[in-house]
């Protein structure tokens, strides 16, 4: 079965960094697109950035690009999310889930609105906090 653990988050201050991993297990991590979501209080789960299967394209949701880096190293089952510059409006459950197999979904690049959380393994784990103060 598959199993998801996210790590790394944190209180961070404005402009400051924090870096996000999440290990997966049951799966074969390699073959998959990995993406990272997030939850505000009050808010519906939503996309926050997308890497395909061997990180030869990533997609960003408008609010963090160019702050944001994901990456990922396969041999180490493992995705990671860099987020430099944060904001108060950057603060919520941080989750990662396999997006679907081989690369990044159009969803992540034909729109300019938010990536709906409907990965294609819907096996989430406890998701990490960050909590960003202004």
């Known amino acids: 079965q598959v199993h998801v653990v996210e790590s790394g988050g944190g209180l961070v201050e404005a402009g400051g960094s924090v870096r996000l991993s999440c290990t997966v297990s049951?799966?074969?991590?390699?073959?998959?697109?990995m993406a990272w979501f997030r939850q505000a209080p009050g808010k519906e789960r939503e996309g926050v950035a997308c890497?395909?299967?061997?990180?030869?394209?990533?997609y960003y949701t408008g609010s963090v690009k160019g702050r944001f880096t994901i990456s990922r190293d396969n041999a180490a089952n493992t995705l990671y999310l860099q987020m430099n510059n944060v904001k108060p409006e950057d603060t919520a459950i941080y989750y990662c889930?396999?997006?679907?197999?081989?690369?990044?979904?159009?969803?992540?690049?034909?729109?300019?609105?938010?990536?709906?959380?409907?990965?294609?393994?819907?096996?989430w784990g406890q998701g990490t906090q960050v909590t960003v103060s202004s």
């Open positions: 889930a396999a997006e679907r197999v081989g690369f990044c979904p159009g969803s992540w690049y034909l729109s300019a609105g938010a990536v709906a959380a409907q990965p294609a393994v819907a096996v």
């Open positions: 049951g799966l074969d991590f390699g073959g998959y697109a």
């Open positions: 890497i395909g299967f061997n990180s030869n394209s990533a």
